[in-house]
C-alpha cells in the first residue's frame, strides 16, 4: 500500500467517524444520535455564533473526507460513511429551543433527531434530487438538504408554541 493509499485510508476512517459507520446495526441513525450528543454540548456551551463557525469548518471538512473516501473504495453512497449525517444533524440541532428546563430541551433535541431521521431516511420532495449529485457533494448534499428540512420544521413547531429556538438567538 503506497503512502497516498495509507493517508486516503486514515481520511477514510475519520469519514466513516470510525467505529460508528462501522456498526451493523443503523450506522446512519448511530452517527446522528452522536451528533445530537456532541452538537447539544457544543450548543449549550458555545455563543450560537461560534457554533455556527463550527458548522460550517465542519461540513467542509466532511466534504473532503466523503472524496477521500470515494477515491479510496469508489463507490457512490457508501453507508459506512456518516459524517454526513453527523453535519445534517449539526444543522437540525439549530431548531432546538433555548431553555433551563432540562425536559424542554431533551424533548427538543429528541425532535430534532426524529426529525432529522425521517427526511433523511424518506429523503421527501427534493432531497432525493440532490443525493445525485456528483462525488463528496452528493453523499453530503441530501444530508445537508434533510438538516435543513428538520432545521425549518421544527423551528415552524416550536416557533408556533412560542419557544426561543437557538437560530433565533443569532440577531440578538
Known sequence: ???????LLY??????????GRSKYAPGTMGSLIAVIVGSFLILNLNIKFYLIFLIIFIIISFFLCEAHLKLHNVKDPKEVVVDEISGQFIALLGCIQSEKSTYMFLSLLLSFILFRFFDITKIGPIKRFENLPNGIGIMADDLVAGLFALVTQSAILTSLNQTIYIKTLWN
Do not use: D, G, H, T
Request: net charge positive; charged share 20%.
Open 11 to 20: 481520511l477514510s476512517r475519520f469519514a466513516e467517524a470510525y467505529p460508528i
Open 1 to 7: 500500500m503506497s503512502i497516498n493509499q495509507k493517508f
